[in-house]
Antibody, heavy 120, light 111 residues
Framework: QITLKESGPTLVNPTQTLTLTCSFSGFSLMTSGVGVGWIRQPPGKALEWLALIFWNDDQRYSPSLKSRLTITKDTSKNQVVLTMTNMDPVDTATYYC????????????WGQGTLVTVSS | QSVLTQPPSVSGAPGQRVTVSCTGNSSNIGAGYDVCWYQQPPGTAPKLLIYASTNRPSGVPDRFSGSKSGTSASLAISGLQAEDEADYYCQSYDSSLRAWVFGGGTKLTVL
């Protein structure tokens, strides 16, 4: 059974850097084809894909946020870390990590999500 | 502005059938990339409903079905139940953006 769980600060100040950790079990990020992605959802708004890292360390980023994002993995800890620089109130959202299915481009399952509020 | 376009809302009475459309372009759905659908009840994380445009994960009732044609895809829900009330999102991959892309979401209300 695959499970994922996000952790990190619930409140960050504007201009600060956000660091979120996705801890997972039930699969290995050393297995060919495996990927873990980050998706966010502002309150009352739609889902937005942010970044994804593959088993071979190939990193993909949303074109609109690429300059602010970094995604890394620690296979020994079964964790994926997302950092987002220069946080702004518009970045207030629930941040999800999710397992990318190896056979297609769907995300399944998702973590429970963590709400990050950007405010001074 | 989402890359994939969905209607903001749909509604139907219990037992009825509703469809949710998802329109893309020649860089995503029209390029042959699969579409998947997620169901998100209020306050919960999205759950995969349909993958590879037409397939249901185990445990998803066969009341849910997906289709794809050209640059569009659709999710059909038959035999509507109160528990189906949720937000529904389509998702695909865009080769021009080199990004995974979502629709703007559709809120299903069961009357």
């Amino acid at each position: 059974q695959i499970t994922l769980k996000e952790s990190g600060p619930t409140l960050v100040n504007p201009t600060q850097t956000l660091t979120l950790t996705c801890s997972f079990s039930g699969f290995s990020l050393m297995t060919s084809g495996v990927g873990v992605g980050w998706i966010r959802q502002p309150p009352g708004k739609a889902l937005e894909w942010l970044a994804l890292i593959f088993w071979n360390d190939d990193q993909r980023y949303s074109p609109s946020l690429k300059s602010r994002l970094t995604i890394t993995k620690d296979t020994s800890k079964n964790q994926v870390v997302l950092t987002m620089t220069n946080m702004d109130p518009v970045d207030t959202a629930t941040y999800y990590c999710a397992h990318r299915r190896t056979s297609d481009n769907a995300f399944d399952p998702w973590g429970q999500g963590t709400l990050v509020t950007v405010s001074s | 502005q989402s890359v994939l376009t969905q209607p903001p809302s749909v509604s139907g009475a219990p037992g009825q059938r509703v469809t949710v459309s998802c329109t893309g372009n020649s860089s995503n759905i029209g390029a042959g990339y699969d579409v998947c659908w997620y169901q998100q009840p209020p306050g919960t994380a999205p759950k995969l409903l349909i993958y590879a445009s037409t397939n249901r994960p185990s445990g998803v009732p066969d009341r849910f079905s997906g289709s794809k044609s050209g640059t569009s895809a659709s999710l059909a829900i038959s035999g509507l139940q109160a528990e189906d009330e949720a937000d529904y999102y389509c998702q695909s991959y865009d080769s021009s953006l080199r990004a995974w892309v979502f629709g703007g979401g559709t809120k299903l209300t069961v009357l």
